[in-house]
T-cell receptor, first 113, second 116 residues
Framework: AQSVTQPDIHITVSEGASLELRCNYS??????LFWYVQSPGQGLQLLLK??????LVQGIKGFEAEFKRSQSSFNLRKPSVHWSDAAEYFC???????????FGKGTRLSVIA | GAVVSQHPSWVICKSGTSVKIECRSL??????MFWYRQFPKQSLMLMAT?????????EQGVEKDKFLINHASLTLSTLTVTSAHPEDSSFYIC????????????FGQGTRLTVV
C-alpha cells in the first residue's frame, strides 16, 4: 500500500531564509509524486509534480523538489522564503490512471520577520 | 490546467437536515472523481471514489447511507450528507484526474460544512 510520511508537523523559518520540507513515500513501483499548498479554508494548489525524467523538478512560486529513489524521498525546497509562503504543505503519492492520491499529514509553515 | 469547481464553498445547516455538495469538471470529462474529508489541522482522508454511471466505492469506516454520492454525468459528481449532525462538520474536497493532463489530480475549492 502507498503511504506518505511528512516528519515535520510545523516548521518556522525567517523571511528570506531557505526552506526544505521533507517527504518520504512508500510505493512498490515508480510513484507519481506531488506537492500541494493549502491556505486556511482554501482548496489545494499544485506546486509541482514528478512522473518521470529529470529528478529535479521546478514548480511555481520558486519551489523545487528532488526525487531520490534510493531514499524514497521527494523533498520540497525554496531558496528564499516569503511571508506569503506561510501555509500548509502536503506531499502526495499516486499511480497512473484514475486512482486517488494518498496524502501525508502535512507540514505547517510559519514565516517570521 | 483543468478546472474543478466545487459548490457551495461554505454551508451552515441544522442538525437532521441534508446538504448537497456539487463537484464539476469544467473543461474535461471525469469518469472518476474522489471525495476527501479534512478535519481541522489534519490531512485529507479519502472518503469515496465516485464512478460515472455506477455505484461509488467507499473507504472503510465511511457510512455510505450517510454520505450519498451520485455521479450522473462525466462532469458532475455530488455528495449529499444526509441527516447531518455536528460531528459531520468538516471541510470536504473533491478531486478528479484526467489522463489528458499527465494524470495530474485537480481539486475543487472545498466546502466548509458546519452543522448546528
Amino acid at each position: 500500500a502507498q503511504s506518505v510520511t511528512q516528519p515535520d508537523i510545523h516548521i518556522t523559518v525567517s523571511e528570506g531564509a531557505s526552506l526544505e520540507l521533507r517527504c518520504n513515500y512508500s510505493y512498490g513501483a515508480t510513484p507519481y509524486l506531488f506537492w500541494y499548498v493549502q491556505s486556511p479554508g482554501q482548496g489545494l494548489q499544485l506546486l509541482l509534480k514528478y512522473f518521470s525524467g529529470d529528478t529535479l523538478v521546478q514548480g511555481i512560486k520558486g519551489f523545487e523538489a528532488e526525487f531520490k529513489r534510493s531514499q524514497s524521498s521527494f523533498n520540497l525546497r525554496k531558496p528564499s522564503v516569503h511571508w506569503s509562503d506561510a501555509a500548509e504543505y502536503f506531499c502526495a503519492v499516486g499511480e497512473a490512471g484514475n486512482t486517488p492520491l494518498v496524502f501525508g499529514k502535512g507540514t505547517r509553515l510559519s514565516v517570521i520577520a | 490546467g483543468a478546472v474543478v469547481s466545487q459548490h457551495p464553498s461554505w454551508v451552515i445547516c441544522k442538525s437532521g437536515t441534508s446538504v448537497k455538495i456539487e463537484c464539476r469538471s469544467l473543461d474535461f470529462q471525469a469518469t472518476t472523481m474522489f471525495w476527501y474529508r479534512q478535519f481541522p489541522k489534519q490531512s485529507l482522508m479519502l472518503m469515496a471514489t465516485s464512478n460515472e454511471g455506477s455505484k461509488a466505492t467507499y473507504e472503510q469506516g465511511v457510512e455510505k447511507d450517510k454520505f450519498l454520492i451520485n455521479h450522473a454525468s462525466l462532469t458532475l459528481s455530488t455528495l449529499t450528507v444526509t441527516s447531518a449532525h455536528p460531528e459531520d462538520s468538516s471541510f470536504y474536497i473533491c478531486s478528479a484526474r484526467s489522463s489528458g493532463y499527465d494524470t495530474e489530480a485537480f481539486f475543487g475549492q472545498g466546502t466548509r460544512l458546519t452543522v448546528v
